[in-house]
Structures are given as C-alpha cells and as structure tokens.
C-alpha cells in the first residue's frame, strides 16, 4: 500500500509593527530553512524542527523557532517535512511561508527527560574546559554556580547570544562585590561538540568575555565534552535528545547549583534578566555561609 502524501501549503501573514518596535531594525533577512518537524507547542507558538545548514545563516541543528500563527501550529505534526522562511530582524526570529508535507503517521517526537526539582543533588558530570583540562561538576563545591547551555555557531539573537550577553552582564554585577566574587563561578556548556572543541570555546568565551588575550577563565569558563557526556549532561537539565538526528534540541536552559551541589533554580526560556539572576545568587551565597 502506498504511502499517503499529504501535502498542506500553509502561508502565515504576520503583523511586523512598526521599524521602532522593541527590538526590530525594520531590515528583515529572510533566509531558506527546511527539514523535520520534531515537535509542536501550540501555547508557547514554537515548532522545533530538526533542520539543513541554513546558508549564509547557521549550521543544521535541532532548535524550536517562532511561529506566530497558532492556526498554521494547529495543522502540523512531528514528522512533518517542512520548508519555511526564516525572518531575522534584530533580536527577533520567527517563520513564515510555511509548507509542510506528510508521508506517513506523525512520529513520537523528541525523547524527554524529566528536569531536577529544587534541591536535588547534581552529578559529578565530566566534560572538558577551554583549555583541553578534563573538569567535573564536583569540582565547584563550595561554589554557587551559574550553568547554562549554548553552541559558538548559533547566530539567533534570541538564544546563545542573548546567554552570553546576559552572563557577562551578570559576571560585571557579581565583581562589584569581591567577596561575593569569589564564592561564585560561572559554566557555559556547548551543545555542538563535534565542532565546539577546547580551542574554539576558548576563541569564543574570550571573545565574550570581552578580555580576549588576557582572559584567564578564572571565573567564568566554557566547557565541552565527548557527544555522551554532552548528551547526559543536558538531558538531566532538561534539555531533550531526538534519536532520528542524534541531536540534542537546542532549547534552553539556565541553572543556579548550590555550593552543596543541588539544584537552587532552573531557568527555562530567555526572559530571565541578570540583575535578577544576581539577586538569586546573593541569596544561595548568604544561605550557604
């Protein structure tokens, strides 16, 4: 029996607003994305999809991206072949022109793994720091740590960047307090470990940290690993694993561990700001003395 085809055009007309709306320079870049559909979330108006190198933008990788047209959400499935437009103006990321296909029943999606509960211990997890030095989560005992998640190739304004931004941010609030300082530390954990290797999460935290040739990691380090630790890893923060691709979806994630090592509070989206997170932080530190 024949496979059935399903074919569904789906165009999305989006308001854009005006060029002075927050975070919107009013000169869009349009770009081709296809690939798989892994998954949909009506409430939250993202599909995550498993794509190509989209060219002159970023790498194939598993990431959920805006799509404002709950209606277009409410016809696609996970399994879905997809080619959209992906619209990039300032801080802002979304789909349009979508156009999905169906070959056959929608897949299971992506496999997930519970997140910790406040208060669980984490595990000594192993990876790798900028250096090429084997590091483990243990070794930050006595330590708040700040831990999240990001890849050097990703271009989306809204996701690395904006984690690295409001890391340094949060990094420039904490040194006002040298006391403070020096009880806490600082962890980003590349997704991407085929091509983030020491070297280049070295290039690009110094680059971030904005101290370039005088950056000495000291305090804030960037870290990978082998595809299995990077999996395990992000998999019990919450993150999920699509076995199809063998790709971890590059959501987000953002963690605040305890000088006990347990769970404090875990961050799941961008809208976290770092005088909040410091505020956070200043009260596991005051807590742990």
Known sequence: MKKLL???????????????????TGKEQRFE??????????????????????????????????LPDKQTLSHIQSGD????????????????????????????????VVEPNAGAEVPDFHLVNQFGKNIRLHDYRGK????????TRCPVP???????????????????????YARTHFLSISVDPEYDTPAVMKSYGSAHTEKYEDETFAHWEFATGSKEQIKSI??????????????????????????????????????????????????VVAGGK
């Open 158 to 180: 809204e996701y690395c960047t904006l984690m690295s931004t409001n890391f340094l941010d949060a990094d420039r609030q904490l040194q006002k307090n040298a006391e403070l």
């Open 81 to 112: 072949s997809i080619t959209a437009t992906l619209v990039v103006d300032g801080s802002h990321v979304w789909l349009e022109e979508v156009i999905t296909s169906r070959q056959s029943a929608p897949t299971s999606g992506p496999t997930t």
């Open 6 to 24: 399903i074919f569904t055009a789906l165009i999305i007309a989006v308001a854009i607003g005006s060029a002075s709306s927050c975070g919107r």
């Open 33 to 66: 994305l296809t690939g798989k559909v892994v998954s949909v979330e009506l409430d939250k108006q993202l599909v995550t999809i498993s794509h190509q190198d989209v060219k002159g933008y970023m790498p194939a990788m598993t990431m959920p991206f805006s």
């Open 144 to 151: 708040t740590l700040l831990l999240t998640f990001i890849y």
């Open 234 to 283: 992000a998999e019990y923060f919450g993150l999920t694993y699509v076995p199809e691709s063998d790709q971890i979806v590059h959501n987000l994630r953002t963690v605040i561990i305890g000088p006990d090592g347990s769970v404090k509070q875990v961050y799941r989206d961008n809208k976290w700001k770092p005088e909040e997170v410091v505020t956070e932080i200043e009260k």
